[in-house]
């Protein structure tokens, strides 16, 4: 109990480093952190190969997607100016919803009866936490429709982060190219 303490401490401590970190690179450190913290909480659950595949996809895929995007956002481009601070009007509707959530998480697992056969077993087995078969059986069947949408999502997401980030001078303003003057008068033909 005292190691899911310290890590649910970690994680929510990773998480609010992530999102009020200064720079966007510390906070992919700090999502980083969240990641591997979650990972060894699977690995706590004995769901290894759900923890496996926490650091291979999110540690390795995605957060390697988000350092290329901060790249792309990052280069050329002047700083931003400061806008006005919208904090104090975010804060009700954000402690509003958090309850929200946090009342469905409760009601969630207030009607949810765990059987030991789906908790606890030997790891490979099926019908266990965590098993591959349970795992591919939930993501291809119950929840594939939430699983693409949220593959939609991201290269939405991704698209539009390009696109806004993109260059701020169109192509028809641009200065046209500079041809190559020569240096020399030209020669004369040898033959005349």
């Known amino acids: 109990m005292i190691g899911f303490v310290i890590l649910a401490l970690v994680m929510i401590g990773s998480a609010l480093f992530t999102v009020t970190?200064?720079?966007?690179?510390?906070?992919?450190?700090?999502?980083?952190?969240n990641f591997i913290a979650l990972a060894i909480t699977y690995l706590t659950l004995h769901a290894e190969f759900l923890a496996v595949m926490q650091i291979v996809v999110y540690s390795g895929a995605i957060l390697i997607l988000f350092v290329f995007?901060?790249?792309?956002l990052s280069?050329?481009?002047?700083p931003f100016e400061p806008g006005?601070?919208?904090?104090?009007?975010?804060?009700?509707?954000?402690?509003?919803?958090?309850l929200i959530g946090f009342g469905a998480i409760v009601a969630a697992v207030?009607?949810?009866?765990?059987?030991?056969?789906?908790?606890?077993?030997?790891?490979?087995?099926?019908?266990?936490f965590g098993s591959?078969?349970?795992f591919?059986?939930?993501?291809?069947?119950?929840?594939?429709?939430?699983?693409?949408?949220?593959?939609?999502v991201l290269m939405v997401a991704i698209i539009g982060v390009v696109l806004l980030a993109g260059d701020e001078t169109p192509s028809a303003r641009r200065p046209p190219k500079r041809t190559r003057e020569p240096i020399s008068p030209?020669?004369?033909?040898?033959?005349r």
């Open 21 to 33: 970190a200064k720079k966007p690179v510390y906070s992919v450190v700090g999502l980083l952190l």
């Open 69 to 72: 995007v901060i790249a792309l």
């Open 75 to 78: 280069s050329g481009t002047k």
């Open 84 to 98: 006005p601070n919208r904090m104090p009007r975010v804060l009700v509707p954000a402690v509003i919803f958090g």
């Open 110 to 128: 207030a009607g949810t009866v765990f059987t030991p056969a789906t908790i606890a077993g030997a790891t490979g087995e099926a019908n266990v």
């Open 132 to 134: 591959v078969a349970d």
């Open 136 to 152: 591919g059986t939930a993501l291809f069947t119950r929840n594939l429709l939430p699983f693409e949408v949220t593959a939609f």
């Open 186 to 191: 030209p020669r004369e033909p040898i033959a």
